[in-house]
């Protein structure tokens, strides 16, 4: 899915409610707390013994990430494609000699 039609799905959806977005501090502060999910998913994922796969857990913590980073960009009315591809196009220029390239 396209981020475009991502952010409107997520806009939907959230505009089926009478509460709407929460505040902007209040997404940063769930934005957080699904980002301390991940890490604890990746940290159990790499460091037990027995490795098991926790990939579906990992799956669950990522989409909880992007929904909650989603629901602060159109909060912001800010397109995440365009947010991506200034980054790339940061990384592209500023860090194009910082690395071996693969031969």
Request: hydrophobic share 35%; glycine share 4%; charged share 35%.
């Amino acid at each position: 899915m396209e981020l475009k039609k991502a952010q409107k799905k997520v806009d939907e959806w959230i505009n089926l409610f009478d509460d709407g977005y929460w505040s902007p501090l209040a997404q940063l502060a769930a934005l957080t707390e699904e980002t301390g999910e991940l890490a604890r998913e990746i940290n159990h994922a790499e460091s037990m013994k027995k490795k098991r796969d926790r990939s579906g857990n990992l799956k669950t913590e990522m989409g909880d990430v992007l929904f909650a980073l989603i629901c602060i960009a159109n909060s912001y009315d800010i397109s995440l494609e365009e947010a991506l591809n200034e980054t790339l196009a940061k990384y592209k220029k500023r860090d194009k000699d910082r690395w071996q390239k693969k031969s």
